[in-house]
């Protein structure tokens, strides 16, 4: 295999953003030089919003809680505690595949929601992974991507909504989103479902990939 899989922490061991972030970023230098290989780091943080680069200062918080800007796309959106955060820092086999990149990291959360009877899809027109309008509510967001590629390896990636709080999405337009909603597995299944419970099948889902996204060492060296 040339993909391993790095759990930097998960409850209670939340990661503090700029923690992770410098972890991103020193992997991503050794993937680049071909000294690690591709890895996805796994954690939950400690709760912070941060700013993709498409964020406007509207949609900044209104509460006066600090915002970290990101070089990721995307806009405005929260992490913390009861979600699973996921970084894949790989080198892909095909450069130009973005798209293909980040149909499969839809597809992997999908597949994993579908063991619990959730029912989430891609919307045309949003980022992310949702849950259709039905009688419980609008469109609902339940997983968001937001990522980099930077010298042919990736970096950010997805969150989940397993069990976190949504009381930090109302001060802010999520994701730029002003006519949907969010939820999260546990609020979708009525169910405690924490991201400890799914870390292991998101693995699962995500080594079926491996071989159609991320470059072997071979492959990295034509």
């Not at 991103?24 to 680049?32: G, I, M, N, P, Y």
């Not at 929601?113 to 045309?124: F, H, L, V």
């Not at 027109?125 to 259709?132: L, N, S, T, Y």
Request: overall charge negative; proline content about 5%; some cysteine.
């Amino acid at each position: 295999m040339t993909l391993e899989f790095s759990r930097l922490g998960l409850a209670p061991d939340f990661v503090d953003y700029m923690e992770g972030w410098d972890a991103q970023r020193e992997l991503h230098d050794k993937v680049v030089a071909g000294v690690a290989p591709s890895t996805v780091l796994l954690l939950e943080h400690a709760a912070v919003y941060t700013a993709g680069k498409l964020t406007e200062d509207h949609e900044r918080p209104f509460d006066g809680t600090p915002v970290v800007a990101v070089d990721r796309g995307g806009k405005l959106t929260w992490h913390g505690p009861g979600q699973l955060i996921a970084y894949p820092i790989l080198k892909l086999k095909n450069r130009a595949g973005i798209r293909d990149y980040v149909e499969r990291l839809e597809e992997v959360m999908i597949s994993v929601m579908a063991d619990y009877g959730i029912t989430a899809e891609r919307i045309k027109g949003r980022a992310g992974v949702w849950i259709k309008a039905d009688a419980k509510g609008p469109d609902r967001k339940i997983a968001a991507i937001g990522i980099r590629v930077l010298n042919g390896v990736t970096m950010h990636g997805i969150a989940i909504n397993c069990s976190n709080d949504l009381a930090p999405y109302g001060q802010i337009i999520a994701c730029g989103i002003t006519d949907a909603g969010v939820t999260t597995m546990s609020q979708e299944t009525g169910r405690d479902i924490r991201p400890a419970d799914i870390v292991d099948r998101f693995v699962e889902e995500f080594r079926k990939h491996e071989e159609a996204l991320v470059s072997s060492p071979e492959g990295a060296l034509l």
